[in-house]
């Protein structure tokens, strides 16, 4: 089976614009979630989607927002980027919830 | 609230030590689970084991085993005859039942085998 894919990979962006983060996760796990870790805070969870709903919210701000689609496949969005969101951000998929979970490769977003 | 906490922020051994890495956990819920996750320099989490509060026997697989023990809120990982390509961040980190979603992660530990 293939992993959990993630796209893009690499990401500049600026101060004040938006950005959607792809992820498919591994076919048949109906679980994605998404975390982001930064040298400073380490891996934080940010928010799981289970048939198309979210099913858990981590402790981040508004501007930080996704779905997930009928192919349980799922999106993050940032809006309104601050230099502080520059960080990896990984999604894992799972099949059942309380599952392991496997994750992509993540995104590496840089905000200048 | 649950919280993951790994002391050892960086170990070094030499090829061939046997190492262990050490994990303490904090929930009230008496249904949870615990993982171990290392992530090489690449940057991708790679999954090691799950275990559930409910079942506290210890696991071997190959090089690497793990400790659970309630008692103490524990979970340890011991790698024996370490490698060089054991080197990486290792993530402890803990779910809760119903929120399976969610992992809390530890802050990780890097370690460093030399040869």
New interface residues.
């Given amino acids: 089976k293939a992993g959990v894919t993630q796209t893009p990979r690499y990401l500049i962006k600026t101060r004040g614009q938006q950005v959607t983060l792809s992820c498919s996760p591994i076919s048949g796990h109906r679980?994605?979630?998404w975390?982001q870790q930064t040298p400073g805070q380490?891996?934080?969870?940010l928010f799981?989607?289970?048939s198309e709903t979210q099913?858990?919210k981590?402790n981040f701000p508004g501007r930080f927002s996704g779905r997930q689609f009928s192919n349980s496949r799922s999106e993050m969005n940032v809006s309104t980027l601050e230099l502080g969101d520059s960080a990896?951000y990984?999604c894992?998929s799972?099949p059942?919830?309380?599952?392991?979970?496997?994750?992509?490769?993540?995104t590496r977003l840089t905000v200048t | 609230a649950q919280k993951v906490t790994q002391a050892q922020t960086e170990i070094s051994v030499v090829e061939k030590e046997d190492v262990t890495l050490d994990c303490v956990y904090e929930t009230r819920d008496t249904t949870y689970?615990l993982?171990w996750?290392k992530q090489p320099p690449?940057?991708?989490?790679?999954?090691l084991i799950?275990r559930n509060s409910f079942d506290e026997q210890n696991e071997i697989s190959g090089r690497y085993s793990w400790n659970f023990q309630k008692s103490t809120s524990s979970f340890n990982f011991t790698i024996t005859a370490s490698q060089v390509v054991d080197s990486a961040v290792y993530?402890c980190?803990l779910?809760v039942?119903?929120?399976?979603?969610?992992?809390?992660?530890?802050?990780?530990t890097e370690l460093s085998v030399k040869p």
Avoid: C, H, M, T
């Fill in positions: 679980s994605v979630s975390y380490g891996l934080q969870f799981e989607y289970f099913r858990n981590g990896l990984l894992a799972s059942l919830r309380d599952y392991e979970q496997y994750f992509g490769p993540g | 689970y993982f996750y690449s940057g991708e989490l790679v999954f799950r993530f980190a779910s039942y119903n929120q399976g979603g969610k992992l809390i992660f530890g802050q990780g």
